[in-house]
């Protein structure tokens, strides 16, 4: 079930960068090892209310140096997640090769913070009220631009918007670009930001309904990106296989589209669970309890709910935990509003150069 504008992949992605932006922290230590702390906040239509959600510590010392960029003096959260994460996946990159970097990033609620004061303003104070210094930080994909510009990135650019397999369709725009040979290697990324107007809305879908229980759905923002390029003899990490594409409308299609999904793979192949606080965790455990474990996910933090950076996310874990004993892994990747899709990815056995005979 490709897209018909995605052919079948003929070569593998190889991760070559990393970069993550967390509630738990800054980093790929944090991703994996640290663990978020809870704030509660109330929605706008509900200041008497509480929810509790992960909030990614913009006072960091991380994002000291951001704070000093005068393109992001007014930019969003997001935008600060997605350069810094960014950064840390372009670690090593050589400056004479950003000209020939690729940019792709997919989120969910884009940029927020100034969208809503800035209409705020007009609706409460009339446009007059409304800075337009503002202004440029509501067009949607204003982080796309800051990211681009901040790490002088000059491939092609691109900003995808949609539920947490909007990243699998970031990564499969990364390997058409590099199969095109538009660029040599492409930096993805997914990001999330969030709210009080965001809690409003998850709260009107009631998507907050668990966060009472211990294992319950948390809302929560930040951000996490991969560089890749086609893979080659002697990478150690690769994506060898992406599908999406698998639409539900409701619970009853949401395990049927996974089931259709997750038989395009391998039975035997172990699967990195991650869906154990979302809504979709019941039928993730229901179509993987055949499956062996692909990794001690369970020992991990949960960082909470954030659409694509979710999803960017658990493709990190799942990268860390490959190994001799799962060198194959199965990612699914449940999106939370119409879509299911699946990463497959491994780590190659090194290559044994022949010994020199005299």
Same mark, same amino acid.
């Given at each position: ?157 691109? @900003?995808?918007? +949609?539920?947490? /397999?909007?990243?699998? !369709? #970031?990564?499969? =725009? ?7 040979? %538009? ?117 991990? @933090?949960?960082? +909470?709910?954030? /659409?694509?950076?979710? !999803? #960017?996310?658990? =493709? ?7 190994? %001799? ?34």
């Amino acid at each position: 079930m490709q897209p018909w504008f995605f052919p079948d992949m003929k070569t593998d992605l190889a991760v070559i960068g990393q970069g993550a932006v967390t509630p738990a922290g800054i980093g790929i230590t944090a991703l994996l090892h640290g663990h978020p702390v809870e704030t509660m906040i109330s929605p706008v239509s509900r200041p008497d209310r509480q929810w509790p959600v992960f909030k990614v510590n913009l006072n960091d010392p991380a994002f000291a140096r951001w704070q000093k960029e005068p393109r992001l003096r007014r930019a969003s959260p997001l935008s600060y997640f997605l350069v810094e994460a960014a950064e840390q996946a372009l670690v090593g990159l050589d400056a004479g090769e950003l000209d020939q970097t690729g940019l792709v990033i997919a989120f969910s609620t884009g940029c927020l913070t100034y969208s809503c004061r800035f209409f705020g303003d007009i609706v409460t104070q009339g446009q007059k009220a409304a800075s337009p210094a503002l202004f440029p930080e509501t067009v949607y994909n204003s982080p796309v631009s800051h990211v681009a510009a901040t790490h002088r990135l000059e491939g092609s650019a691109y @900003a995808l918007a +949609g539920d947490e /397999t909007a990243w699998i !369709a #970031a990564l499969k =725009t990364a390997w058409l670009w590099l199969e095109q040979e %538009r660029v040599k290697q492409v930096l993805v990324l997914g990001g999330e930001e969030f709210d009080s107007v965001s809690l409003d809305a998850y709260r009107s879908a009631r998507w907050l309904a668990r966060s009472k229980l211990k294992s319950g759905f948390i809302p929560s923002e930040g951000a996490a990106g991969l560089l890749v390029r086609r893979a080659g003899p002697g990478d150690s990490k690769i994506i060898s296989r992406m599908e999406d594409g698998f639409i539900y409308r409701s619970k009853p299609e949401a395990l049927a589209a996974g089931q259709r999904c997750l038989q395009q793979f391998d039975s035997r192949l172990p699967c990195h669970k991650s869906a154990q606080h979302h809504w979709l965790g019941n039928i993730e455990r229901k179509l993987t309890q055949d499956r062996p474990p692909g990794s001690a996910v369970g020992e991990q @933090a949960y960082l +909470g709910e954030a /659409t694509t950076a979710s !999803a #960017a996310w658990n =493709t990190l874990r799942a990268l860390a935990s490959l190994d %001799r004993e799962h060198p194959r892994l199965l990612v699914p990747v449940w999106g939370g509003t119409h879509q299911i899709g699946a990463l497959e990815i491994e780590s190659p056995p090194p290559i044994l150069k022949a010994p020199i005979r005299p």
